[in-house]
């Protein structure tokens, strides 16, 4: 079981980057995407449900990131738009086999399965 992380990368504020997350080796209920800056604790950015594609979004990016699943990929891709210094940080792809009730998705001790982290940096 694998999750692949990808598309980090350093932008300037404003810009746009496009994260994905391959999974492979074998299905899950849902792909969630976590965050974490240094000297932070870990904190949730956006889930999608593989089973009816409901969405799940942190105050902090509603508006400006959109998440999505591509079925015949068994990818998640993180859209990323009008980025800021603060969105600055590590990123996890985390996939859970079982699906999570709602108020348990945005809590990353949850996951079993984790990407291995892709970097993002904003400049202002």
């Known amino acids: 079981v694998q999750l692949q992380a990808s598309g980090g990368g350093l932008v300037q504020a404003g810009g746009s980057l496009r994260l994905s997350c391959a999974a492979s080796?074998?299905?899950?209920?849902?792909t969630t995407w976590f965050r974490q800056a240094p000297g932070k604790e870990r904190e949730f950015v956006a889930a999608?449900?593989?089973?009816?594609?409901?969405?799940y979004y942190a105050d902090s990016v509603k508006g400006r990131f959109t998440i999505r699943r591509e079925n015949a990929k068994n990818a998640v891709y993180l859209q990323m738009n009008s980025l800021k210094p603060e969105d600055t940080a590590v990123y996890y792809c985390?996939?859970?086999?079982?699906?999570?009730?709602?108020?348990?998705?945005?809590?990353?001790?949850?996951?079993?399965?984790w990407g291995q982290g892709t970097q993002v940096t904003v400049s202002s």
């Open positions: 999608v449900r593989w089973n009816n594609h409901s969405t």
């Open positions: 985390a996939a859970s086999p079982t699906a999570l009730i709602t108020s348990a998705v945005r809590d990353p001790q949850h996951y079993r399965f």
């Open positions: 080796g074998r299905t899950f209920s849902g």
